[in-house]
């Protein structure tokens, strides 16, 4: 089994980390949120983690 899409149900706190992992590793992220404000929240928290995974050299720009 080749596993290449992913979809995380919550785009809370919990979320939102297990989303951005499984995207550095590769893998196609959808999120889904009951609420409008998850979704804004979850891409807030993506931005936060790229800037902090660029900063901390795990990383580049183009990853």
Do not use: P
């Amino acid at each position: 089994m080749n596993i290449k899409n992913i979809m995380i149900a919550g785009g809370g706190t919990l979320g939102s980390q297990i989303a951005w992992q499984c995207a550095v590793k590769g893998f196609n992220v959808t999120v889904y949120d009951a609420y409008e404000n998850g979704i804004k929240s979850s891409k807030e928290n993506h931005i936060r983690f790229a800037e902090d995974f660029i900063n901390e050299g795990r990383i580049d720009e183009t990853t």
